[in-house]
């Protein structure tokens, strides 16, 4: 697709999938173009090269490119998500727990933050309390979520409940 309504989508679709084969620089190449071509779609393309650099295992420099990009979307709640995961990568769970409780603060019903926030504790054995009450928040929001199930069976572990913790996680 090289003309018409979906050539941005069209071409977003043929980086993902040259990054799918593992052709980073080809898949690299076309996302500058896409950005000098889209200025508009600059937090989709961002969203994107943050991607392409997770799936290569280059977290830093994804995490880098978030940080810069909060810069001119500093509440833009999919950023701070994606910033929060890539920070938990290069360890550095501080910036992951802030970015997650900002999206909360604007967004207090938000499942994937509680979710990843409750996780993100459960490697605090002194924020456990705090961990379940995020997780329960998300459970409350979304019973039926195998990934929030899945954290809230790895907290009953966690807090020694292993045959609560292995109903969770065989429900999960």
Partial sequence: VTDGPFVFDASISAVSLLAKDKQFDEADSRLSLLQAKFPKQKLRLLLVQAELYSQQKQ?????????????????????????????????????????????LAMDPDNVEALNALGYTLLNKPGRYADAEKYLQQALKLEPDAAVIIDSYGWLQFKLGNTEKALDYLQQA
Avoid: C, S
Wanted: proline residues 4%; charged residues 40%; without cysteine.
């Fill in 59 to 103: 977290y830093e420099q994804a995490f880098k490119l978030l940080t810069e990009a909060l810069v001119d979307f500093p509440d833009q709640k999919e950023l701070l998500y994606t910033r929060a995961l890539m920070a938990e990568r290069v360890d550095k769970p501080d910036v992951a727990e802030a970015d997650l409780k900002k999206i």
